[in-house]
């Protein structure tokens, strides 16, 4: 699913015009993005949490030049789903790919 495809759908649910959901939408991945640039964590009860994880330092190789690279320790954004969605989701029987 897409952007436009949420933004659809919400239009469709609420009978919104699109560009006003699409606002909205964007507003929210705004929030979301800067509360976690922030170091603030985003709390979704019954959907799940938006935070940070720490990646270590760790060696790597360049293949094409042939030689090892240290990368450094970094921070990546991570989505953990509340326990009620991760039950749900497994209740999935087929994944669409």
């Given at each position: 699913m897409t952007k ?53 330092a760790k060696t ?30 497994a209740e999935v ?5």
């Amino acid at each position: 699913m897409t952007k436009a495809d949420i933004v659809n759908e919400i239009s469709k649910d609420l009978g919104l015009e699109k560009r006003l959901v699409l606002e909205v939408v964007e507003a929210f991945m705004e929030n979301v993005r800067n509360s976690l640039i922030e170091n603030n964590p985003v709390y979704l009860r019954g959907f799940g949490t938006f935070n940070l994880k720490k990646r270590a330092a760790k060696t790597a190789r360049n293949i094409t030049k042939k030689e090892t690279i240290i990368v450094p320790e970094h921070y990546i954004p991570a989505f953990k789903p509340c326990p009620e969605f991760q039950s749900r989701v497994a209740e999935v029987k087929e994944v669409k790919e």
